[in-house]
């Protein structure tokens, strides 16, 4: 039988993640498995947590990667902080934040929403008047909306609930590691993320942490987390100095992450930032040349994920294709009420570089049709 | 600062899982993502899913490997068969037995448990007597018990359900690839497992399947999965023919488990079958050339999970230690009430060689006390 692998092309991935490894992620995938029990794995588990604690800017002790993707980071904090019943609400400007509407539901959460046009970022004022009206348990909203290239006022929002009993949930999948995320500065009491985006590791893990509040809502539960797999009060003690077996660890994805924040810890978060935000100039620059407008307005457009506004006379669907097939890029749909309208173009963690700017534009600039 | 992967060992993994990986598969774990909604990717889904079926001789097209360890698919079958207050029943002689049944309560299952002695097989007869006195929506149990080193008649107990509306959920974690498991034959309806033991392929991926009537279950509920991530209606619509985004798939864990399953294939599964039993057998033999015991009786013994009485004058945890510093082998505590009087020694998918089980008797001769 013919060995697929064989065939896999090096594609350049600008799609919304997940994006391009460095080499030593990939070699770092490939070391030899230890047991997810043995004393030196634990030692790794040790580096990467206290890693995981610089780049999110936190000194949460319940600070681990959870072994999923992205979406069993959302999944596990909803569920750990639900109890039946807790009014949940949860501000939506994109795909990501109804999905959070519907995990939270599901849930059995009693869950307000509270909407903005996608394409634009959530309204602290218009929180502010929500969160008066009603008390909520938990709010909850994504940093970077990946499905519309906007970036939330996250910092902002933070503030609303100084002194509150509400825990304030964060999705960083799509910012960490490309804009700055502050944990602790910014009050933030439970926060997940993925490796796929800006850390420029390979889909498979799920960095996740926990305030000192979180986890007192977490342990005053009235009834036992129902999700086993995800019960961070199991999987703290596996993390913690205990190392209590609850699962068998991924181990190999486990070493690529530590690699990959180790990439990123030697570049420098703030150097990071600033390659991110400067070939995302690049590129809004040169989609500009071609005639192309962006569909965020200037101050909350993500460096990481640019959504650009398809012209009226192009196929969209046939450029990607021909993109992927004849240039080995690959770039993004749109999504829902954005599908067929625009691209999603991502330069995250390693795909953020000059040349994937200029390959890509070369490439545009052949596939587009000349007015 | 020092990274740390420069310092893993190559480890001769002889406990209950991971087992060791072939080069091959640390090979394919490191090829170039794509993304996961790539034309050549779906492909490699397709193959993925067609050799799963092969191993797990099933028919069923439901047929996925879930983005989380063997654990998670322990959760994605009850999670998304269960319905609260629904009656099921786990037969229990070990550790995993007893998760199946605090992850079943924790989904509002109304669970019955009928327990037998760890180390000794689950009983048709008692299982036909419980089911004579009350019907359940799902019976469930363990086909290799990695606590113990039971294997249980998983295809005697499957028969009891012939014609009934009942369920049949098997975890066949450290079965597959070891002992012949036949999905479709033995009336099996849900079934995971996991790819870090018999399938030689890093912890990260749960293979999972569910029978047309498991289906039905999950079609015919009247509430949500109330799990998002695990939701095995949303799952299908990204493997089956619409390709439909669920959640970003872990693309290079399952390279990996391509390969995996290629290279069992290859073998076939007969021969895999033969080579557990003949490593077992010289273990065994070897073992008891030392003066060991072993805890379970011989027809129920499973060959890649090796269960030894520890002598009364020797240090277990001291030896387990001497074996990783010194011989660079990792083998297994006990677990629960049988902590500190046994061991558990994995001879599983590419750790079951004959150089394995002459390693390892070889420094258990060094370290055991003579007597």
């Excluded at 692998?5 to 490939?30: F, K």
């Excluded at 009014?87 to 795909?95: E, T």
């Excluded at 012209?311 to 599908?339: H, N, Q, T």
């Amino acid at each position: 039988m013919k060995n697929l692998l064989e065939g896999i092309e090096d594609v350049l991935l600008l799609g919304p993640g997940p994006s391009c490894v460095p080499q030593e992620v990939y070699d770092a995938l490939s070391c030899k498995t230890l047991g997810h029990l043995d004393p030196y794995f634990m030692t790794i588990m040790d580096g990467i947590r206290e890693m995981l604690k610089q780049v999110l800017k936190t000194e949460n002790a319940l600070t681990v990667p959870m072994s999923g993707t992205g979406s069993a980071g959302m999944e596990a904090c909803f569920v750990n902080l639900i109890e039946p019943g807790d009014k949940v609400l949860i501000l939506i400007n994109g795909v990501f934040g109804m999905r959070m509407s519907d995990v939270a539901a599901r849930l059995g959460a009693n869950v307000d929403i509270l909407e903005f046009a996608w394409g634009t970022p959530v309204l602290p004022e218009a929180v502010e008047k929500k969160i008066r009206e009603n008390a909520y348990r938990i709010v909850a909203v994504v940093h970077a909306e990946t499905s519309t290239g906007v970036m939330n006022p996250v910092a902002e929002i933070g503030k609303l609930f100084k002194g509150s009993g509400t825990l304030y949930l964060v999705d960083t999948v799509t910012s960490l590691g490309g804009i700055d995320v502050r944990m602790d500065d910014w009050g933030i009491d439970a926060l997940y993320s993925g490796t796929q985006k800006c850390l420029s590791c390979p889909p498979g893990l799920a960095p996740l942490s926990f305030s000192e509040r979180a986890v007192a809502k977490l342990n005053g539960r009235k009834t036992k987390v129902p999700n086993w797999y995800l019960d961070l009060s199991l999987i703290a003690n596996y993390w913690g100095a205990k190392r209590v077996y609850h699962h068998t660890a991924p181990v190999n994805m486990l070493y690529g992450l530590y690699q990959a924040l180790a990439l990123l810890l030697e570049e420098g978060l703030e150097k990071a930032f600033q390659r991110h935000r400067k070939n995302h100039l690049a590129l809004v620059g040169g989609l500009k040349e071609l005639g192309m407008e962006m569909l965020v307005e200037e101050p909350w457009r993500l460096p990481m994920l640019n959504t650009v506004l398809i012209p009226a006379d192009v196929d969209e669907l046939s450029i990607r294709k021909r993109l992927r097939s004849e240039f080995r890029i690959e770039i993004g749909a749109g999504l829902g009420p954005l599908a067929g309208k625009i691209w999603r173009i991502g330069l995250m963690g390693h795909s953020s570089r000059q040349e994937s700017v200029s390959r890509l534009l070369a490439a545009l600039k052949i596939l587009l049709p000349t007015t």
